[in-house]
């Protein structure tokens, strides 16, 4: 199963030059708008709505990741939308760019959150933090262990 191991980041572009430097490759950028619904805590259910369409995502954490539960394409983005804000209400509105590279076995994803901040998100069988910090060589990177609807700007 896919997992998404996130941290907090403050200089995207020499982190995007060393990825590229090391072989990634970029697959797509895309601007976002992400749509969170209430839901317990350590529970992630949303809309994203992006250029090449819409998908619900559904996140489960486990042991400082996220599992994905659930990450399919919907076509009645506004029909669901209303059903789902009658049935939990909305948490958060996030917008923002995500750009896409692969590298190795992985997806990585910088996610740049308007008026929250610069994340990066590696998406894989049982990513580690050995990637983060030795291939990428981020130091002291700050793991963010909950959703980004739960984030704070800094």
């Known amino acids: 199963m896919s997992e998404e191991l996130k941290l907090r980041i403050h ?27 209430n839901q317990p805590l350590g529970h992630v259910y949303k809309i994203v709505e992006k250029n090449t369409g819409a998908f619900i995502n ?23 939308k209303k059903e789902l804000t009658s049935k ?13 590279f ?25 990513p580690s933090t050995d990637v983060i910090e030795k291939e990428l060589q981020i130091e002291n990177p700050k793991y963010i262990t909950v959703s980004f609807d739960e984030v704070k700007a800094q």
């Open 88 to 100: 939990y209400g909305i948490k958060r509105i996030l917008k923002g760019t995500r750009t896409f």
């Open 102 to 126: 692969t590298y190795k076995n992985f997806t990585i994803i910088f996610n740049l959150i308007d008026d929250v901040g610069e994340f990066l998100i590696l998406v894989g069988e049982n």
């Open 58 to 80: 559904i996140f489960q954490a486990v042991n400082g990741k996220f599992e994905v539960v659930k990450d399919e394409s919907i076509k009645n983005v506004k029909e669901v």
């Open 11 to 37: 200089n995207h572009e020499l982190i995007e030059k060393k990825l590229i430097e090391k072989g990634a490759k970029q697959t797509e950028e895309t601007t976002f708008v992400d749509t969170y619904f």
